[in-house]
């Protein structure tokens, strides 16, 4: 079956570092969601993406789909403590009703 | 937040007993989905549902039923509860099909299977 890996597993930043979070599909997708989870929250929305080699930037986040619409990252420029959480990528081969999440980074950010 | 509410938000069981989670939206959202969340697994897909009585396994589906009467109501239960299904369960919804529509995740439930 499809599956979304993302690394790294784990980030530990000083606030003011960048971050980024890669995410890779065993197969090709229609299309891609990142979410985030604060500790002890439920998974947020952030974005979807369609196009292949497609950029979004949402203030400090810049969200990219690869070329091959097999991979995807989350850039984080200049982190913040209210950027701590969980990062999840969620990909859709665009079969079925349902998306496969990847296995998420966990960020923190120390001042 | 929209409009979806997970009872009991935490449940202690023992293990062979009968569980039903419950996931209720005010969103009218046609798809509905629970997952579990597991510390290096993410979150895995349990079952979905795409309608009323329309219901999918997802990847994880053993040892899980689900059913949906009403479009507001997605039921969750574990037929005999294992240590293995103690998990934060979370319920999702979303207007259009998972994959072209942002999903909303309920607050979740912490069920302990002892």
């Known amino acids: 079956g499809q599956q979304v890996m993302q690394i790294p597993q784990y980030q530990h930043v000083q606030e003011g570092e960048d971050f980024t979070t890669y995410c890779n599909s065993s197969?090709?997708?229609?299309?891609i969601q990142w979410y985030k989870q604060r500790p002890g929250g439920h998974p947020v929305f952030l974005i979807q993406l369609v196009k292949s080699g497609e950029v979004k930037k949402q203030k400090r986040l810049t969200f990219q789909f690869g070329e091959a619409k097999k991979n995807s990252s989350l850039h984080i420029t200049a982190t913040q403590t209210t950027d701590v959480g969980t990062y999840f990528c969620a990909g859709d081969t665009g079969t079925a009703s349902k998306l496969t999440f990847g296995t998420g980074t966990r960020l923190q950010v120390t001042l | 937040d929209a409009g979806i509410t997970q009872s009991p938000r935490h449940k202690v069981t023992e293990t062979g007993t009968p569980v039903t989670l419950r996931c209720h939206q005010t969103?009218?959202?046609?798809?509905m989905y629970w997952y579990r969340q597991d510390p290096g697994h993410g979150l895995r897909l349990i079952h979905y549902?795409?309608?009323?009585?329309?219901?999918d396994k997802g990847e994880v589906s053993d040892g899980y039923s689900v059913s949906r009467s009403k479009t507001e109501d997605f039921l969750l239960t574990l037929e005999s509860a294992t240590s293995s299904q103690t998990s934060v369960y979370f319920c999702?919804?979303?207007?259009?099909?998972?994959?072209?529509?942002?999903?909303?995740f309920g607050q979740g439930t912490r069920l302990t299977v002892v």
């Open positions: 549902s795409y309608g009323v009585k329309d219901t």
């Open positions: 999702a919804i979303s207007e259009g099909r998972q994959g072209n529509a942002e999903a909303f």
């Open positions: 197969t090709t997708l229609s299309n």
């Open positions: 969103e009218n959202h046609r798809y």
